[in-house]
C-alpha cells in the first residue's frame, strides 16, 4: 500500500528559514577579537545566509564540494553552517588547534576548494598555506590590517547575483565535514548529511534530552570547529533559540560574563571549561549572576562527579552526555528518571556520572569477547552504536572498514558497564584500559577519584609494561596547592579500590599533554613514561 505523506526533505533549509520567519528579532550575539559583542538576529543571518550561498554557487561552487573553515564561534561561522550547505557545498570546520602539518594534510585530504578565515587566525593559516589546496580565501575582516594575497568575505557577498536560484537538496547529500580529534591514529573524516545533522537535532531538543526551547538562550563554548559544536548552532537555530558565541575568549570569566550578561541558560563545554567556570564561581560567588536553573551540557571526556556536585551547589545544573565525532558527536544523554525509584543523594550523583542512556533513535549495543554483556553494572564490553546519524564510513579511507562490524554497527573504541537500567558507564577507552595479572583496571574511575582529592587539579593514570603483571597503573597528577602526598592518596583510594587496582606511582609534573580538543593524549604519557617501572616495585606483589 502506498502512504498518503508527502515526500519532504529533511535538509537545514527549513530549519533556517523557520527561524528567520517566526523569531526574526531573536538575537546571535558574538564576542569580537576586541572584546565588543556583536548583535545580529534571525531575520539578519537568513538574507546573509542566502547571500552567501548565492555568491558560492556563483563563484562556481559545485554540488558536494567543500568549503573549509578556519574560525572561531561566531555569527558569521553561524552563516558558513548553513550557507554551504544550502548552496548544495559541504562546510569543512577546520580545527584551529592542530598543527600546520597537519591542517595542511587534511585539507587536502578533504579536497577544500575555498577557506573562509577569521582575520586574528591568518597567522596560524600562513603557516600551512604553501602546502594547503584552497582555490580562493576569503577573510572575515575584524581588523585593519591589509590582506592583499586573500580576498575580503563581505566583498564575496556582494558578488551574489539577484537572480541565482538555491539547488533543491535531497536530504541524503552530505551537508558538513569533520575530521576526528586524533587522540589514537592520523584524524579521520566524518561526513553529515543533511537528514544526520536534522535528526540529531530533533533528538537533542527533545526534554528527555537537553530541552531546547524558544526561551533558551544558547551558548556553545565547545568550538564550532569541534563535531559541529556538538550540533548547538543547529538545534539552538532550529527551535529559534537565542545564541551566544564566545569568539576566542574561553577563559572562566569571559564565559561567566557572557553567561551573566546575556543570561544564558544552557551552554555546553569540556570537563576543563566547566572546572575553571567552577573554579571562579567558588572563588567569588556573590559576583556572578547566572540565570536561575543554568543547565551546562559537558561531555568530550567524564566530568568527576566532584564537579557535578559543585555546580549543584551554585544552583547550575550538569548535564553529562556522550559521543563521538562520528556520532554527529551526541548518542547518549544521563537524565534520572522516576522509574528509577528511591535513591541516595549518593546514588543519585553516582548515577549522574554516567553516560546515560541512548537518545531516541540511537542503538547502542554492549559486547565482549563472549557476546552481550548483561546489565550488571561490572561487565565490561565495547559500546557499538546504531543510527540514523552514525557515520557507516571514513571519508576516503577504504582501509579502516574494520571500524565498523559485518552487521554494520560502528565499534567506539569506549568501554562501558551498563547498569540494570541502561545506563552506560564509560570505564576506558579500549586502548587505556590497564590489564594487570589478567585483570582490567579502569583508568577513567581512578582519575575521577584522583581529582576529588583537595589539591589535585587534574590526573592522568596510564598502563606501563610491568616484568610480572603485564601492564600496571601508574598516576600522572598536576597539583595544585595543597599539594597532596602521594601516602595520603593512595590511603584515600584504598577505600574505593581493591589493592591490586591502586597505581605503583604518583608523578606530579607541571602539565599533561592534551589533543586539540582538549582530551588526555596518554598515548604520548605512555611513550615518556615506558620503563618507569622496569625493576621497580609493584604494588600489586
Ligand atoms: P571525539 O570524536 O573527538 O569527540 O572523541 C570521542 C571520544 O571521546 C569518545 O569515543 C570517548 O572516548 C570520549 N568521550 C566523549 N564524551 C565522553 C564522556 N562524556 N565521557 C567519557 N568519554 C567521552
Same mark, same amino acid.
Given at each position: 500500500?502506498?502512504?498518503?505523506?508527502?515526500?519532504?526533505?529533511?535538509?537545514?533549509?527549513?530549519?533556517?528559514?523557520?527561524?528567520?520567519?517566526?523569531?526574526?528579532?531573536?538575537?546571535?550575539?558574538?564576542?569580537?577579537?576586541?572584546?565588543?559583542?556583536?548583535?545580529?538576529?534571525?531575520?539578519?543571518?537568513?538574507?546573509?545566509?542566502?547571500?552567501?550561498?548565492?555568491?558560492?554557487?556563483?563563484?562556481?561552487?559545485?554540488?558536494?564540494?567543500?568549503?573549509?573553515?578556519?574560525?572561531?564561534?561566531?555569527?558569521?561561522?553561524?552563516?558558513?553552517?548553513?550557507?554551504?550547505?544550502?548552496?548544495?557545498?559541504?562546510?569543512?570546520?577546520?580545527?584551529?588547534?592542530?598543527?600546520?602539518?597537519?591542517?595542511?594534510?587534511?585539507?587536502?585530504?578533504?579536497?577544500?576548494?575555498?577557506?573562509?578565515?577569521?582575520?586574528?587566525?591568518?597567522?596560524?593559516?600562513?603557516?600551512?598555506?604553501?602546502?594547503?589546496?584552497?582555490?580562493?580565501?576569503?577573510?572575515?575582516?575584524?581588523?585593519?590590517?591589509?590582506?592583499?594575497?586573500?580576498?575580503?568575505?563581505?566583498?564575496?557577498?556582494?558578488?551574489?547575483?539577484?537572480?541565482?536560484?538555491?539547488?533543491?537538496?535531497?536530504?541524503?547529500?552530505?551537508?558538513?565535514?569533520?575530521?576526528?580529534?586524533?587522540?589514537?591514529?592520523?584524524?579521520?573524516?566524518?561526513?553529515?548529511?543533511?537528514?544526520?545533522?536534522?535528526?540529531?537535532?530533533?533528538?537533542?531538543?527533545?526534554?528527555?534530552?537537553?530541552?531546547?526551547?524558544?526561551?533558551?538562550?544558547?551558548?556553545?563554548?565547545?568550538?564550532?570547529?569541534?563535531?559541529?559544536?556538538?550540533?548547538?548552532?543547529?538545534?539552538?537555530?532550529?527551535?529559534?533559540?537565542?545564541?551566544?558565541?564566545?569568539?576566542?575568549?574561553?577563559?572562566?570569566?569571559?564565559?561567566?560574563?557572557?553567561?551573566?550578561?546575556?543570561?544564558?541558560?544552557?551552554?555546553?563545554?569540556?570537563?576543563?571549561?566547566?572546572?575553571?567556570?567552577?573554579?571562579?564561581?567558588?572563588?567569588?560567588?556573590?559576583?556572578?549572576?547566572?540565570?536561575?536553573?543554568?543547565?551546562?551540557?559537558?561531555?568530550?571526556?567524564?566530568?568527576?562527579?566532584?564537579?557535578?556536585?559543585?555546580?549543584?551547589?551554585?544552583?547550575?545544573?550538569?548535564?553529562?552526555?556522550?559521543?563521538?565525532?562520528?556520532?554527529? +558527536? =551526541? $548518542?547518549? !544523554?544521563?537524565?534520572?528518571? @522516576?522509574?528509577?525509584?528511591?535513591?541516595?543523594?549518593?546514588?543519585?550523583? #553516582?548515577? /549522574?556520572?554516567?553516560?546515560?542512556?541512548?537518545?531516541?533513535?540511537?542503538?547502542?549495543?554492549?559486547?565482549?569477547?563472549?557476546?552481550?554483556?548483561?546489565?550488571?553494572?561490572?561487565?565490561?564490553?565495547?559500546?557499538?552504536?546504531?543510527?540514523?546519524?552514525?557515520?557507516?564510513?571514513?571519508?576516503?579511507?577504504?582501509?579502516?572498514?574494520?571500524?565498523?562490524?559485518?552487521?554494520?554497527?560502528?565499534?567506539?573504541?569506549?568501554?562501558?558497564?551498563?547498569?540494570?537500567?541502561?545506563?552506560?558507564?564509560?570505564?576506558?577507552?579500549?586502548?587505556?584500559?590497564?590489564?594487570?595479572?589478567?585483570?582490567?583496571?579502569?583508568?577513567?574511575?581512578?582519575?575521577?577519584?584522583?581529582?576529588?582529592?583537595?589539591?589535585?587539579?587534574?590526573?592522568?593514570?596510564?598502563?606501563?609494561?610491568?616484568?610480572?603483571?603485564?601492564?600496571? +597503573? =601508574? $598516576?600522572? !597528577?598536576?597539583?595544585?596547592? @595543597?599539594?597532596?602526598?602521594?601516602?595520603?592518596?593512595?590511603?584515600?583510594? #584504598?577505600? /574505593?579500590?581493591?589493592?591490586?587496582?591502586?597505581?605503583?606511582?604518583?608523578?606530579?609534573?607541571?602539565?599533561?599533554?592534551?589533543?586539540?580538543?582538549?582530551?588526555?593524549?596518554?598515548?604520548?604519557?605512555?611513550?615518556?613514561?615506558?620503563?618507569?617501572?622496569?625493576?621497580?616495585?609493584?604494588?600489586?606483589?
Amino acid at each position: 500500500m502506498k502512504n498518503t505523506m508527502m515526500d519532504f526533505q529533511l535538509t537545514l533549509a527549513p530549519m533556517l528559514e523557520r527561524a528567520g520567519t517566526l523569531y526574526p528579532t531573536v538575537q546571535i550575539v558574538s564576542r569580537m577579537p576586541d572584546r565588543s559583542l556583536y548583535r545580529c538576529t534571525y531575520a539578519d543571518l537568513v538574507t546573509r545566509v542566502r547571500t552567501l550561498a548565492r555568491a558560492l554557487i556563483a563563484a562556481g561552487l559545485q554540488r558536494g564540494e567543500r568549503v573549509a573553515t578556519l574560525m572561531w564561534n561566531h555569527s558569521v561561522h553561524l552563516e558558513t553552517y548553513f550557507g554551504v550547505p544550502l548552496a548544495g557545498g559541504v562546510i569543512h570546520t577546520l580545527n584551529l588547534r592542530l598543527p600546520a602539518q597537519q591542517l595542511a594534510l587534511i585539507a587536502n585530504h578533504a579536497g577544500d576548494r575555498f577557506l573562509v578565515v577569521d582575520e586574528i587566525l591568518l597567522p596560524a593559516f600562513q603557516r600551512f598555506i604553501s602546502d594547503a589546496p584552497f582555490e580562493r580565501v576569503f577573510v572575515h575582516r575584524t581588523g585593519s590590517g591589509p590582506f592583499d594575497r586573500y580576498e575580503d568575505y563581505e566583498a564575496l557577498l556582494k558578488t551574489a547575483p539577484d537572480d541565482c536560484a538555491l539547488p533543491q537538496l535531497n536530504e541524503y547529500d552530505a551537508a558538513a565535514m569533520c575530521y576526528t580529534s586524533g587522540t589514537t591514529g592520523d584524524p579521520k573524516g566524518v561526513v553529515y548529511s543533511h537528514r544526520a545533522l536534522v535528526l540529531h537535532s530533533m533528538a537533542l531538543a527533545m526534554a528527555d534530552s537537553l530541552a531546547f526551547s524558544h526561551n533558551d538562550s544558547v551558548m556553545p563554548v565547545v568550538p564550532m570547529f569541534h563535531a559541529n559544536a556538538w550540533g548547538f548552532p543547529y538545534v539552538a537555530t532550529m527551535v529559534g533559540a537565542k545564541q551566544v558565541l564566545p569568539g576566542p575568549y574561553l577563559d572562566a570569566e569571559s564565559l561567566l560574563d557572557l553567561c551573566q550578561r546575556e543570561q544564558v541558560t544552557l551552554a555546553t563545554g569540556v570537563p576543563t571549561v566547566w572546572m575553571a567556570v567552577c573554579a571562579e564561581l567558588d572563588k567569588n560567588p556573590r559576583h556572578w549572576r547566572v540565570a536561575p536553573g543554568l543547565r551546562l551540557a559537558v561531555g568530550g571526556s567524564a566530568p568527576a562527579e566532584s564537579l557535578i556536585r559543585r555546580f549543584d551547589a551554585h544552583n547550575i545544573r550538569l548535564i553529562h552526555a556522550w559521543g563521538m565525532t562520528e556520532s554527529t +558527536p =551526541i $548518542a547518549s !544523554i544521563c537524565r534520572l528518571r @522516576p522509574s528509577l525509584g528511591e535513591m541516595s543523594e549518593d546514588e543519585q550523583y #553516582a548515577l /549522574r556520572s554516567t553516560q546515560g542512556t541512548p537518545v531516541p533513535f540511537m542503538e547502542a549495543r554492549v559486547i565482549s569477547r563472549t557476546g552481550p554483556v548483561p546489565w550488571d553494572g561490572k561487565t565490561m564490553g565495547e559500546v557499538q552504536l546504531r543510527g540514523p546519524w552514525v557515520a557507516s564510513s571514513y571519508f576516503n579511507m577504504p582501509e579502516l572498514g574494520d571500524k565498523w562490524t559485518p552487521d554494520g554497527w560502528l565499534r567506539t573504541g569506549d568501554v562501558v558497564t551498563v547498569n540494570e537500567h541502561g545506563y552506560l558507564h564509560i570505564v576506558d577507552r579500549t586502548k587505556d584500559l590497564i590489564k594487570s595479572g589478567g585483570e582490567w583496571i579502569s583508568s577513567v574511575d581512578l582519575e575521577n577519584a584522583i581529582v576529588g582529592y583537595a589539591g589535585v587539579k587534574e590526573a592522568a593514570v596510564i598502563a606501563v609494561p610491568h616484568p610480572k603483571w603485564d601492564e600496571r +597503573p =601508574i $598516576a600522572v !597528577i598536576v597539583a595544585g596547592e @595543597p599539594k597532596p602526598k602521594p601516602e595520603e592518596l593512595n590511603d584515600f583510594l #584504598a577505600k /574505593r579500590f581493591a589493592k591490586w587496582q591502586l597505581p605503583d606511582a604518583y608523578i606530579f609534573v607541571e602539565e599533561l599533554p592534551h589533543t586539540s580538543t582538549g582530551k588526555l593524549l596518554k598515548s604520548a604519557l605512555r611513550d615518556r613514561y615506558r620503563d618507569y617501572l622496569n625493576g621497580h616495585f609493584s604494588i600489586a606483589d
